[in-house]
T-cell receptor, first 108, second 116 residues
Framework: GIQVEQSPPDLILQEGANSTLRCNFS?????LQWFHQNPWGQLINLFY???GTKQNGRLSATTVATERYSLLYISSSQTTDSGVYFC??????????FGKGITLSVRP | GAVVSQHPSRVICKSGTSVKIECRSL??????MFWYRQFPKQSLMLMAT?????????EQGVEKDKFLINHASLTLSTLTVTSAHPEDSSFYIC????????????FGQGTRLTVV
């Protein structure tokens, strides 16, 4: 199956700082999504981005499908950005494979 | 975005009993739903694919007789954990896909199961 690697595993930021989260995957994909898991476990959809670039407020994402990686950018981080960020990919069967997640802590 | 609702959000049950978890797509029809499991501080692992009107398909290592899946309508899939034991305690979460290509996944709120 498709392998997904996220880096770094942990990230500590001061409020207001910018960050880049990376997701590498091992094969071509039909779907790539970024999620934020809140403290109650809910997965919040951030981006559906199998290719290209998207922006939503302070967040943006880029996927370079030919090179099999995706980047999530967080600008002007806030304490509410803290949590676990997952990258997940799927091939034609729509079965999502998740990375191990990146734990982000934003300190005031 | 699309709404997927999961119920209950939290359940505590005694060892040996069965627990049913519901997953509903509220504003779209889903012929396929997926069930995942997450242990503390770990990632999500796919357990099974729920297919409307047919048998579920299970990932390798997942006991189909332990985790019964029923997808009786286009908006409802259920996961029943049978004869639950403490090692079944986990966070269970479902998803359904929609969007122009039918591939964007939306997740329910998850169910935290504790077996005592």
């Amino acid at each position: 199956g498709i392998q997904v690697e996220q880096s770094p595993p942990d990230l500590i930021l001061q409020e207001g700082a910018n960050s880049t989260l990376r997701c590498n995957f091992s094969d071509s994909v039909n779907n790539l999504q970024w999620f934020h898991q809140n403290p109650w476990g809910q997965l919040i959809n951030l981006f559906y981005i199998p290719s290209g670039t998207k922006q939503n407020g302070r967040l943006s994402a880029t996927t370079v499908a030919t090179e099999r990686y995706s980047l999530l950018y967080i600008s002007s981080s806030q304490t509410t950005d803290s949590g676990v960020y997952f990258c997940a990919v799927a091939g034609a069967n729509r079965k999502l494979t998740f990375g191990k997640g990146i734990t982000l802590s934003v300190r005031p | 975005g699309a709404v997927v609702s999961q119920h209950p959000s939290r359940v505590i049950c005694k060892s040996g009993t069965s627990v049913k978890i519901e997953c509903r797509s509220l504003d779209f029809q889903a012929t396929t739903m997926f069930w995942y499991r997450q242990f503390p501080k770990q990632s999500l692992m796919l357990m099974a694919t729920s297919n409307e009107g047919s048998k579920a398909t299970y990932e390798q290592g997942v006991e189909k007789d332990k985790f019964l899946i029923n997808h009786a309508s286009l908006t409802l899939s259920t996961l029943t954990v049978t004869s639950a034991h403490p090692e079944d305690s986990s966070f269970y979460i479902c998803s359904a896909s929609r969007g122009p290509s039918g591939t964007e996944a939306f997740f329910g709120q998850g169910t935290r199961l504790t077996v005592v």
